[in-house]
T-cell receptor, first 121, second 112 residues
């Protein structure tokens, strides 16, 4: 159990276009999902926290109009990179946690998607 | 804000030998969780081991064990009988409200 799936795993787009990445919890209800960005050989940097049915909370320095996050259901969150530019090229990873008190997998644990590699030409 | 420090960018170990990865963290909380995640070349994050701060006993998972020193805010990972499949980047992470703070990571290479 506790599987999180991201799609697409790899996307190439032209500069100026928008790209949507999906994050789905396949076998549990994710009240909260997190989006991270990772550059090669570096750590994961938290971009934003999304709660189902409410607006996402962005970390300092992350442009909310650039990185649109929607968490419309308990199993799906989407990250849209709007008007993408080459500097947005990166590896994006989502993670999710279940409903409070149910603690799938153990208290405090988050479950990660496979990641999505974005290349903007 | 919580900070997690991994002071070893790279570690190399001979197959079948033991390697220890260090991690320190800074927090004013008394109840929290600590994790070690493995990120192989596929870049899928894999949970290696978890430690609840209220537990004094060090967590173990097969060949992986931790040395949790709460007062010193230290959380090291020991990989015993290292295998080629252990080669990956390892991240120490702190969690007290389901928001993970990661260290910079340690790249582990295993020599055959």
């Amino acid at each position: 159990g506790a599987v999180v799936s991201q799609h697409p795993s790899w996307v190439i787009c032209k500069s100026g276009t928008s790209v949507k990445i999906e994050c789905r919890s396949l076998d549990f209800q994710a009240t909260t999902m997190f989006w991270y960005r990772q550059f090669p050989k570096q750590s994961l940097m938290l971009m934003a926290t999304s709660n189902e049915g409410s607006k996402a909370t962005y970390e300092q320095g992350v442009e909310k109009d650039k990185f649109l996050i929607n968490h419309a259901s308990l199993t799906l969150s989407t990250l849209t990179v709007t008007s993408a530019h080459p500097e947005d090229s990166s590896f994006y990873i989502c993670s999710a946690r279940d409903l409070p008190g149910l603690a799938v997998g153990g208290a405090g644990e988050l479950f990660f998607g496979e990641g999505s590699r974005l290349t903007v030409l | 804000a919580q900070t997690v420090t991994q002071s070893q960018p790279e570690m190399s170990v001979q197959e079948a030998e033991t390697v220890t990865l260090s991690c320190t963290y800074d927090t004013s909380e008394s109840d929290y969780y600590l994790f070690w995640y493995k990120q192989p070349p596929s870049r899928q994050m894999i949970l290696v081991i978890r430690q609840e701060a209220y537990k004094q006993q060090n967590a173990t998972e097969n060949r992986f064990s931790v040395n949790f020193q709460k007062a010193a805010k230290s959380f090291s990972l020991k990989i015993s009988d290292s295998q080629l499949g252990d080669a990956a980047m390892y991240f120490c992470a702190y969690n007290n409200d389901y928001k993970l703070s990661f260290g910079a990571g340690t790249t582990v290479t295993v020599r055959a």
